[in-house]
């Protein structure tokens, strides 16, 4: 199916564990986004990619990895994850060109206990 | 350094209503102005958006109104319906950078 999903989409995981987000798109959209959204906050940048191999941060990006071998994945891993963790994280893609249009995965929905 | 300021936090209308929600800004160099919807359990998807050359869209039911000098724009729902409970976020961008700034959301609930 075309689209933007990710994977899993609901994960408890124990402080201190290494946990990795997937998120694939099936658009060859160039840029791809990792959000967090946590009450009162809105939806924070964590990472960014404008292209393979091209990654760069966002405004939240402490305790948190990426990589982009391939256009279409863009994982993040939470290293050692802590409970400031526990958050909705959503994956975003968009196309290069006149519209910022940015197209929003559902969501993985992460605790950390 | 807050950049964009939405209002109000939530926001509770009648059917039949009007809904407005505003968003202000202070980086002069957005030129793109968007408005996104997100129902519970989903992820947020672009309802209607402007460009600094129009001073008004109207999508629908949905309506963006912008005031450069105020730097300010707002979304309208005419006739609201309970479907269109939801929050809404504006997120202004531009130069070039495709990041969005999303404002905090304002959570609207349409009674009927």
């Known amino acids: 199916d075309a689209g933007i999903t990710q994977s899993p989409r609901y994960k408890i995981t124990e402080t201190g564990r290494q946990v990795t987000l997937m998120c694939h798109q099936t658009w060859s959209h160039s840029y791809m986004f990792w959000y967090r959204q946590d009450l009162g906050h809105g939806l924070r940048l964590i990472y960014y990619?404008?292209?393979?191999?091209?990654?760069d941060k966002g405004e939240v990006p402490d305790g948190y990895v990426v990589s982009r071998s391939k256009t279409e994945n863009f994982p993040l891993t939470l290293e050692s994850a802590t409970r400031s963790q526990t958050s909705v994280y959503f994956c975003?893609?968009?196309?290069?060109?006149?519209?910022?249009?940015?197209?929003f995965g559902p969501g993985t929905r992460l605790t950390v206990t | 350094q807050q950049q964009v300021k939405q209002s109000p936090q939530s926001l509770i209308v009648q059917k039949g209503g009007i809904s407005i929600i505003n968003c202000a800004y202070e980086?002069?160099?957005?030129?793109?102005f968007p408005w996104y919807q997100q129902f519970p359990g989903k992820g947020p998807a672009l309802l209607i958006a402007?460009?600094?050359?129009?001073s008004e869209k109207k999508e629908g039911r949905f309506t963006i109104s912008f005031n450069k000098s105020a730097k300010q724009f707002s979304l309208h729902i005419m006739d609201s319906q309970p479907g269109d409970s939801a929050t809404y976020f504006c997120a202004p961008t531009g130069a070039g950078s495709y990041q969005l700034t999303f404002g905090k959301g304002t959570k609207l609930s349409v009674i009927p």
């Open positions: 975003a893609s968009s196309s290069k060109g006149p519209s910022y249009e940015q197209y």
């Open positions: 990619s404008a292209a393979a191999d091209i990654t």
């Open positions: 980086n002069t160099a957005f030129d793109y």
């Open positions: 402007i460009r600094p050359d129009v």
